[in-house]
């Protein structure tokens, strides 16, 4: 199983960005898929998770900025992200759990750089 990452960038603060991420190979369904943030010399944290049922969850710091979604179909995940601020900079990792075989997989990052 491949994820690729797109949609990163360099930004004002204030500004936007939607991340994608498209799952593709040889699997039978997803259950969560989610977005990481490893910032500058920071670990790498939790950003948004979503479902197979579509419910979502959010870190506390991007909480009514950022946005979850996916494809059902396509096994696609995405991250609308909304007044971004400079603490937003890093590199964003999607992360899919395949059903079969039961796996977890992790794409190869997109960077975000917001500028003050």
Same mark, same amino acid.
């Given at each position: %199983? @491949? &994820? @690729? $990452?797109?949609?990163?960038?360099?930004?004002? $603060?204030?500004?936007?960005?939607?991340?994608?991420?498209?799952?593709?190979?040889?699997?039978?369904?997803?259950?969560?898929?989610? *977005?990481?943030? @490893?910032?500058?010399?920071?670990?790498?944290? &939790?950003? $948004?998770?979503?479902?197979?049922?579509?419910?979502?969850?959010?870190?506390?710091?991007?909480?009514?900025?950022?946005?979850?979604?996916?494809?059902? %179909?396509?096994?696609?995940?995405? &991250? @609308?992200?909304?007044?971004?601020?400079?603490?937003?900079?890093?590199?964003?990792?999607?992360?899919?759990?395949?059903?079969?075989?039961?796996?977890?997989? *992790?794409?190869?990052?997109?960077? %975000?750089?917001?500028?003050?």
């Amino acid at each position: %199983v @491949q &994820l @690729q $990452a797109s949609g990163g960038g360099l930004v004002q $603060a204030g500004g936007s960005l939607r991340l994608s991420c498209a799952a593709s190979g040889r699997f039978v369904g997803i259950k969560d898929m989610a *977005w990481y943030l @490893q910032a500058p010399g920071k670990e790498r944290e &939790l950003v $948004a998770i979503i479902d197979r049922e579509g419910r979502s969850d959010y870190a506390d710091s991007v909480k009514g900025r950022f946005t979850i979604s996916r494809d059902f %179909v396509k096994h696609v995940v995405y &991250l @609308q992200m909304n007044s971004l601020n400079p603490e937003d900079t890093g590199i964003y990792y999607c992360r899919a759990d395949s059903i079969i075989p039961m796996n977890t997989y *992790w794409g190869q990052g997109t960077q %975000v750089t917001v500028s003050s």
